[in-house]
């Protein structure tokens, strides 16, 4: 079956320094991958996503490969900002299912 | 902006009543899905909509049930509420069924409590 596993949170971090957060998939076939972004008191925000083997995700500084050999997909950022505080979770879909599969997510928190 | 809205952002209920969730989806967009965060976790898959017919459903009860309209938009129920369902409730709009390259749009939310 399909599932996604996060590094346990949370993560305190200050301004600048990098960042990166762990995400390891199981999957039947070859997903797509993703990684969504929760601020306090709001849904989910797609952050990046790369859809094959070796594709590379980015947005606003942020990365993540999509490594095959390793089933994984970890999210870097060289210098997060206090805006960056946010929980991020992990997802993935296939073209054999109807939903995402997330982790459980990893909150983030950025002091100046 | 993502262009999902739900409704109510949040509501209060008391164990055995029964709940209805709405979600307004993208212009565009003819999929809609539910998913139910609870706290610390990752969302949960409840179930899928696709022009008018469920169209996958996870591991909940049949209390949880739902709606989509001509419109696209989307109504959640639960009935018997039970205090475990204390919950943000997702819904999230998409083009198509999801898929392998299909992005989804969620809302903000609906934070429910059952006391």
């Known amino acids: 079956g399909n599932s996604v596993t996060q590094m346990e949170g949370p993560v305190t971090l200050s301004e600048e320094a990098f960042l990166t957060i762990n995400c390891t998939y199981t999957?039947?076939?070859?997903?797509?991958l993703f990684w969504y972004v929760q601020y306090p008191g709001e849904g989910l925000q797609l952050l990046l996503k790369?859809?094959?083997?070796?594709d590379k995700g980015s947005n606003k500084g942020f990365e993540a490969t999509y490594r095959k050999e390793t089933t994984s997909f970890h999210l870097e950022k060289g210098s997060v900002q206090v805006s960056d505080s946010a929980v991020y979770f992990c997802?993935?879909?296939?073209?054999?299912?109807?939903?995402?599969?997330f982790g459980t997510g990893t909150s983030l928190t950025v002091i100046p | 902006e993502t262009g999902v809205t739900q409704s109510p952002t949040h509501l209060i209920k008391t164990r055995g009543q029964q709940v209805t969730l709405r979600c307004s989806s993208q212009?565009?967009?003819?999929?809609v899905s539910w998913y139910q965060q609870a706290l610390g976790q990752g969302p949960q898959f409840i179930f899928q909509?696709?022009?008018?017919?469920?169209?996958g459903r996870g591991n909940f009860p049949p209390r949880f049930s739902g709606l989509q309209f001509p419109n696209y938009s989307s109504e959640l129920n639960v009935n018997a509420l039970e205090l475990d369902d204390s919950a943000l409730y997702l819904c999230?709009?998409?083009?198509?069924?999801?898929?392998?390259?299909?992005?989804?749009?969620f809302g903000q939310g609906t934070r429910l409590t059952v006391v």
């Open positions: 999230a709009s998409s083009p198509d069924r999801i898929r392998k390259n299909t992005e989804a749009f």
């Open positions: 212009s565009g967009h003819n999929t």
């Open positions: 790369a859809t094959k083997a070796d």
């Open positions: 999957a039947t076939g070859y997903p797509s």
């Open positions: 997802a993935l879909s296939d073209k054999t299912g109807n939903q995402f599969y």
């Open positions: 909509y696709y022009r008018e017919e469920e169209n």
